[in-house]
């Protein structure tokens, strides 16, 4: 049994937990972290010094956090080789785009353009860096679509770990009211993504309680 704390509308909480459910793994997952608190105790700080979700308790294993690193536990040690690929060439070609949504498409789409358009009220917003954002995100939606096409998953014909990373970003991505470049193959992608009833569960969550109180 697998409990995960970490609230259901933090981002890399939905990575964890999709993952998870991909995996048909049992879990149980705890209320922690935004309006939730409880990620500042002295005992949640022992499990996670840095005090953020998730943390991740697997049977009798010591705690685990950081969810990329979360995420590759998992599949390593319960995915299959589509899920997660034993030949380190085959792995290393789809953690590349695990590594560049982490590193480039997750600040430029969260850090640019949903963190002030969800977070922050209309009168705080700083409209021209929102608008730099979205530009920024064109070409890189265009990297993702060029990698997609042909190709059902990051990883071939089944979902694996690398869309695991990625894919949890394109709920939010395709539902901000934000300008897009046209990317056929990614749109297809993320209508595949939806179609799947463990990535509606658990990253298909509404973020309307991210918003800043009126």
């Known amino acids: 049994m697998l409990t995960v704390y970490g609230r259901a509308t933090s981002s890399n909480v939905q990575t964890v937990m ?22 500042d105790t002295p005992e949640f700080l022992a499990m996670n010094p840095n005090g953020l979700v998730p943390v991740v308790i697997d049977g009798d294993g010591p705690p685990l956090w950081e969810s990329p690193a979360v995420l590759r536990y998992l599949a390593a040690r319960y995915g299959d080789e589509q899920f997660w690929p034993a030949d380190p060439a085959l792995r290393a070609s789809q953690d590349i785009w695990a590594e560049w949504t982490k590193t480039t498409f997750y600040p430029t789409l969260i850090g640019q353009v949903f963190g002030p358009l969800v977070r922050l009220r209309p009168e705080q917003r700083n409209e021209q860096q929102i608008g730099a954002g979205v530009e920024g995100l064109k070409p890189l939606a265009r990297m993702l679509d060029n990698r997609l096409t042909g190709t059902a998953f990051i990883g071939g014909d089944a979902p694996s770990f690398a869309d695991m990373m990625t894919g949890h970003l394109l709920y939010r991505y395709y539902t901000l009211p934000i300008d897009r470049a046209e990317t056929p193959a990614l749109d297809t992608y993320y209508t595949r993504l939806h179609a799947r009833e463990a990535y509606r569960q658990h990253v298909m969550v509404s973020y309307e309680s991210l918003r800043p109180s009126s």
Do not use: S, V
Not at 27 to 36: I, K, S, T
């Open 18 to 39: 999709w993952t998870i459910a991909e995996l048909g793994l049992d879990c149980e997952r705890l209320d922690y972290g935004g309006a939730f608190g409880g990620n």
